[in-house]
């Protein structure tokens, strides 16, 4: 697309005859893809897991010492280190399994960051209230990451303030204290699989676990898509990206399949704070949402640029299976 500077005046009406303005939160799909260039055959992205040590329910036969371990194993297999995983301390000083857990990220090489201490969404706290929650999350990270750069923060939810006063207020608190936002470009909900994954388990449903991993995959490959596009729509190209997934047992299970699904697409890892240097991630929508939304999402919100077409993800039958 050729149109750049004020292109989501123009082409957002161009676009908005083939597509509409709801976004994947909203899991209402356009009828058709606008035009867009062809993607880039080596993207670059970071992997970041969230709610460590304890993300997801604990289902049988796993304990998160064992998720962690084998976590960072997939990690280490594919010469990934460094990788950010975004920590909620709520819990851990009377779970030494969790305590276990995060050592065990920590001496895999990978990093940790802040994730709040409780996982509050922000648009139901006062801007004070979420910042003591960072706060208090604090002392554990300190503990555990030692040395290294935990500075970094993923908002629970992805809500980065309901209005934009709220906003500003703990983005000034963030920068004040010598945080960087780690934020999202590419997200398909991979936790959504693991509550099916649990009761598939309890079920002895093999054909169940066989839908969550084919599914899992297919809704991935649609929504990375998705994403890349919307970085185009968002900065004019595609950027260096951020893939949000959780350190739950399924994405620990699929991990793998995952890698090799990035891979046949081209993509190169980065670290996070790599990718970040991209003077994309400097830019601020500067929005107000009440919901959570990725970082290119933000900007086609605040322009009510369409989206790009998406097969939604199959949250019926993520609901209804294994029942
Ligand atoms: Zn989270």
């Known amino acids: 697309m050729s149109c750049m500077r004020g292109w989501w005046l123009t082409c957002g009406m161009i676009l908005g005859l083939f597509a509409q303005t709801s976004g994947p939160a909203g899991q209402t799909p356009p009828t058709a893809s606008p035009k867009l260039p062809a ?8 992997l970041t897991f969230d709610d460590l040590p304890a993300g997801g329910g604990l289902h049988p036969g796993y304990t998160r010492t ?38 065990v990220w920590i001496a895999a090489g990978m990093n940790i960051g802040n994730h709040t201490f409780s996982h509050p969404a922000l648009s139901s706290e006062t801007a004070a209230e979420f910042e003591q929650n960072i706060a208090m999350n604090e002392p554990l990270l300190r503990q555990y990451a030692g040395n290294r750069d935990w500075h970094w923060f993923r908002f629970p939810y992805l809500e ?10 703990v983005r000034n608190w963030l920068q004040s204290h010598g945080y960087r936002i780690a934020e999202v470009t590419l997200n398909f909900n ?50 260096p990206g951020v893939l949000l997934l959780h350190e739950t047992s399924f994405t620990t299970l699929m991990l793998p399949s ?3 699904l990035l891979r046949g697409e081209g993509f190169r890892f980065a670290s996070l704070p790599k990718v970040e240097r991209n003077p994309a991630y400097s830019l601020n929508p500067n929005i107000g949402l009440p919901n959570g939304d990725s970082f290119p999402d933000e900007f086609l919100d605040v322009r009510r640029t369409a989206y790009p077409y998406f097969e939604p993800e199959p949250v019926q039958k993520l609901d209804s299976i294994c029942r």
């Open 160 to 169: 980065e303030g309901a209005t934009l006063q709220q906003r500003d207020e």
């Open 190 to 239: 991979d936790d959504d699989w693991d509550d099916p994954y649990g009761r598939c388990l309890v079920k002895h449903d093999e054909a169940g676990v066989a839908w969550l991993k084919q599914s899992y995959l297919q809704n991935a490959e649609e929504f990375i898509r998705l994403g890349r596009e919307t970085e185009q729509l968002a900065f004019g190209h595609e950027i």
């Open 258 to 260: 995952l890698l090799q």
């Open 39 to 46: 993607l880039s055959r080596h993207p670059v992205v970071a």
């Open 66 to 103: 064992g998720i962690a371990t084998q976590l960072t194993s997939e990690l280490r297999a594919a010469h990934l280190k460094g990788v950010y995983g975004f920590m909620n301390g709520d819990g851990v000083a009377d779970d030494p399994d969790m305590q276990q857990a995060l050592r």
